[in-house]
């Protein structure tokens, strides 16, 4: 069984950074896809970024530019650096592992979730 636990949520001013980071432990996959998800209040989950075992990497168009995902293989730990925070990336964050997909993005891809970091940005 896998988890996953994130940390790093917190409240910024619009403009600031933030970084996250997702502990995973358990079985590990030796091919595998981690993501970053966000939900907001009355909203469906999204997808925020994705990369791969191979090191492929994929974001959604909002955060382009302004998000970079990374993952320590040696920590098992995955990063999300967000900059340029702005109000509309308030949400509850949350990282996913499974298997690697070609829709990364899609939340219906991962089994295995952690319990989510809070994130609010003020304007």
């Known amino acids: 069984q896998v988890q996953l636990v994130e940390s790093g949520g917190g409240s910024v001013q619009s403009g600031g950074s933030l970084r996250l980071s997702c502990a995973a432990s358990?079985?590990?996959?030796?091919?595998?896809?981690m993501a970053w998800f966000r939900q907001a209040p009355g909203k469906e989950r999204e997808g925020v970024a994705s990369?791969?075992?191979?090191?492929?990497?994929s974001y959604a168009d909002s955060v382009k530019g302004r998000f970079t995902i990374s993952h320590d293989n040696a920590k098992n730990t995955l990063y999300l650096q967000m900059n340029t925070l702005k109000p509309e990336d308030t949400a509850m964050y949350y990282c996913?592992?499974?298997?690697?997909?070609?829709?990364?993005?899609?939340?219906?891809?991962?089994?295995?979730w952690g319990q989510g970091t809070q994130v609010t940005v003020s304007s």
């Open positions: 990369i791969d075992s191979d090191g492929r990497t």
């Open positions: 996913a592992t499974d298997l690697p997909t070609v829709h990364a993005l899609s939340p219906h891809e991962y089994h295995y």
């Open positions: 358990g079985y590990i996959y030796s091919s595998y896809c």
